[in-house]
């Protein structure tokens, strides 16, 4: 049986009343029901669609574009609750199915959740959790000091956001480093600030020390170039939430930005006042 949960490029083998029947090099087929058979096609064309079982739980193809694939992680809508688990919205024409016991707690209607989607072994169903921790992992690193990561906001604590690293490992991010307003499922780039003896994992949201200069001025140097006088009004009195909706960075990093830059005098500083760009004459 073709996998369930991920995208394959199959090859029309045959047209019947129920719709297109696709197959793979290894003969496996599944059906693409009429409604979602394109205008036009021939027999041998090839066509990418998603696999998963239908409400006869028989595999089905569909080339709708799913909100989550397997092994993946997604914030989506309950649309339906009940006393065996609760149901969300992943663009697909049958809801996502959430076990009783898979919710970290009861879900409900109208609200969203961050889940992971994964194949239940004992059912060959496609089904989600919001019991996310489950499904990162930090003993074997595969991430390294500076690199930079993709994160998943999970959720919000007193020392700042936990968030997850490249959908495979659990990190945090400091609250005093966060310049914008964060809540779960928000998707962001990072760099991999700290790794702990523990293999804990402490992530910024700027590139740490000598190697974020670089790049950070480079970036409040598009800013001014993009700006009709050249002139952007942050100074050692603003303050971070300002420089952050300005130029996306840390006070700390601005300042080190336009340290470099003053030291290659791109920039006039005038204090209290701004920066100004030096024109070439």
């Not at 197959?23 to 696999?51: M, R």
């Not at 390294?144 to 495979?168: C, K, Q, R, S």
């Not at 994992?201 to 800013?223: T, W």
């Amino acid at each position: 049986m073709l996998d369930l949960g991920v995208k394959h490029t199959l090859t029309i083998d045959r047209d019947t009343p129920p719709g297109l029947f696709l197959t793979n090099e290894a003969g496996e087929e599944v059906l693409l029901p009429n409604k979602y058979k394109p205008s036009q096609f021939e027999i041998g064309d090839e066509l990418e669609v998603f696999v998963y079982l239908d409400f006869d739980e028989r595999p089905v193809a569909t080339n709708l574009e799913p909100k989550v694939m397997l092994d993946e992680f997604a914030y989506l809508t309950c649309v339906d609750s009940n006393d065996f688990g609760a149901f969300l919205d992943w663009g697909l024409e049958k809801h996502l199915f959430v076990p009783h016991m898979e919710q970290a707690y009861k879900m409900i209607k109208g609200e969203q959740y961050l889940i992971f989607c994964y194949l239940d072994e004992q059912t060959n169903r496609l089904v989600a959790s919001s019991r996310v921790n489950k499904f990162v992992d930090n003993t074997i690193l595969t991430v390294e000091h500076f690199d930079e990561v993709d994160l998943i906001v999970t959720n919000a604590t007193e020392m700042g956001y936990n968030v997850i690293i490249n959908e495979i490992h659990i990190g945090l991010l400091y609250k005093d480093e966060v310049f914008q307003d964060l809540k779960t499922g928000d998707r962001l780039k990072g760099v991999v600030k700290k790794i702990r003896p523990d293999n804990k994992i402490d992530v910024s949201l700027q590139r740490p020390g000598y190697r974020g200069i670089e790049p950070n001025a480079n970036k409040v140097m598009e800013i001014l170039e993009a700006t009709e006088e050249g002139f952007l009004p942050l100074h050692d009195k603003s303050k971070p939430e300002l420089i952050y909706d300005t130029v996306h960075l840390s006070k700390k990093a601005f300042k080190k930005a336009i340290g470099t830059l003053y030291k290659e005098r791109q920039i006039t500083i005038e204090n209290g006042v701004g920066i100004f760009l030096n024109k070439e004459e």
